[in-house]
Nanobody, 122 residues
Framework: QVQLVESGGGLVQAGGSLDLSCAAS????????MGWFRQAPGKEREFVAY????????NYADSVKGRFTISRDNVKKTVILQMNSLKPEDTATYYC???????????????WGQGTQVTVSS
């Protein structure tokens, strides 16, 4: 059974930082593209970042470029999202996802975690 478990969310002031972690089990982790997505209340789920299986390629949404960094450890089967200079508009539930393509569309990701809440106060 595939499991993706996010952690690290919380409440932070604007300008602060948080590191989100996603622990994977039940899949050949090193074969999957790993992505982070987020969804704010009343809004559609949106792409944040993805990382190629061997970390060779990464991609970021324009809204987080230069502030967020995605990384992965294929031995520990974890993917990390380092978030700096957080803004109130970053407030959302953040989801980890696994897929096979380097794409930004949530529908193309096969496995999903339950999400972790990030709240940025102004």
């Amino acid at each position: 059974q595939v499991q993706l478990v996010e952690s690290g969310g919380g409440l932070v002031q604007a300008g602060g930082s948080l590191d989100l972690s996603c622990a994977a089990s039940g899949l050949t982790f090193a074969s999957f593209v790993m992505g982070w997505f987020r969804q704010a209340p009343g809004k559609e789920r949106e792409f944040v970042a993805y990382i190629h299986w061997n970390s060779r390629f990464t991609n970021y949404a324009d809204s987080v470029k230069g502030r967020f960094t995605i990384s992965r450890d294929n031995v520990k089967k974890t993917v990390i999202l380092q978030m700096n200079s957080l803004k109130p508009e970053d407030t959302a539930t953040y989801y980890c996802a696994a897929g096979t393509l380097l794409v930004v569309a949530p529908s193309q990701y096969r496995y999903w975690g339950q999400g972790t809440q990030v709240t940025v106060s102004s």
